[in-house]
T-cell receptor, first 112, second 110 residues
Framework: EADIYQTPRYLVIGTGKKITLECSQT?????MYWYQQDPGMELHLIHY???????EKGDLSSESTVSRIRTEHFPLTLESARPSHTSQYLC???????????FGPGTRLLVL | QQQVKQSPQSLIVQKGGISIINCAYE??????FPWYQQFPGKGPALLIA?????SEKKEGRFTISFNKSAKQFSLHIMDSQPGDSATYFC?????????FGEGTQLTVNP
C-alpha cells in the first residue's frame, strides 16, 4: 500500500490569493495525478505526470498549474484563487506498470 | 461527454441484503475496470478490479460482474453491513488514465 500525503487538509482563503497544494508519496511511484472532486461527486482528472519534468493537462480544464521536479513531489498551484475554485483536490500515484492508483486524503479548499 | 455512466446515484439497503451498483461505458479501448470505495473525509481506495477478459471476479463479499458485449459491469456487495456505508465509484482505464463514474452513495441500515 502506498503512502501518499497531502497538505494542507483544509484551506480557507480569500479571493486573489496564491496557493500551493502539496502532494508527496514515499513509494517511488513514477506516475502522479491530481483530481478535482465536488462533495459526493465524480472525480475529474485535472493534471497528471509520468515522471520528473513531465506534466500534462487532464480531462477537466483547470486554471491551476503543476510541477514535477522530484519524483516524490507533485505540487499544484493556483496563482489567483477564486470562489469557483472551491472544491476538494485529490492527489494519487501509481507504479509505472501498475494499474492501481493510490489516493491521498485530499485537500478541501474554500475560496471566499 | 460522460464515458462511464453509473447508477443508482444513491442506494439504501438493509443489513444483510445485497447491494448492486451498475456502470456502463462507451469506449472499447478501456482495458481495466476498478471499483473504488470512499468514506467521508478520505480519499478513494481500491476495492476490487477486473479485466475485460474475465466475466466475474469475487473477493470476499464483493463481486464484479462484467459483460463485455453490453459494455456494462456491476458491483455486488453480499451480506451488506453498516460499515459498507460509503460512496462507491466505478472507473475505466485507458493507458494510465482513469475515467470515473458519477458515484453511488450507499447507506446500509442496521
Amino acid at each position: 500500500e502506498a503512502d501518499i500525503y497531502q497538505t494542507p487538509r483544509y484551506l480557507v482563503i480569500g479571493t486573489g490569493k496564491k496557493i500551493t497544494l502539496e502532494c508527496s508519496q514515499t513509494m517511488g511511484h513514477d506516475k502522479m495525478y491530481w483530481y478535482q472532486q465536488d462533495p459526493g461527486m465524480e472525480l475529474h482528472l485535472i493534471h497528471y505526470s509520468y515522471g520528473v519534468n513531465s506534466t500534462e493537462k487532464g480531462d477537466l480544464s483547470s486554471e491551476s498549474t503543476v510541477s514535477r521536479i522530484r519524483t516524490e513531489h507533485f505540487p499544484l498551484t493556483l496563482e489567483s484563487a477564486r470562489p469557483s475554485h472551491t472544491s476538494q483536490y485529490l492527489c494519487a500515484s501509481s507504479e509505472n506498470q501498475g494499474e492501481t492508483q493510490y489516493f491521498g486524503p485530499g485537500t478541501r479548499l474554500l475560496v471566499l | 461527454q460522460q464515458q462511464v455512466k453509473q447508477s443508482p446515484q444513491s442506494l439504501i439497503v438493509q443489513k444483510g441484503g445485497i447491494s448492486i451498483i451498475n456502470c456502463a461505458y462507451e469506449n472499447t479501448a478501456f482495458d481495466y475496470f476498478p471499483w473504488y470505495q470512499q468514506f467521508p473525509g478520505k480519499g478513494p481506495a481500491l476495492l476490487i478490479a477486473i479485466r475485460p477478459d474475465v466475466s466475474e471476479k469475487k473477493e470476499g463479499r464483493f463481486t464484479i460482474s462484467f459483460n463485455k458485449s453490453a459494455k456494462q459491469f456491476s458491483l455486488h456487495i453480499m451480506d451488506s453491513q453498516p460499515g459498507d456505508s460509503a460512496t462507491y465509484f466505478c472507473a475505466a482505464r485507458r493507458g494510465s488514465r482513469l475515467t470515473f463514474g458519477e458515484g453511488t452513495q450507499l447507506t446500509v441500515n442496521p
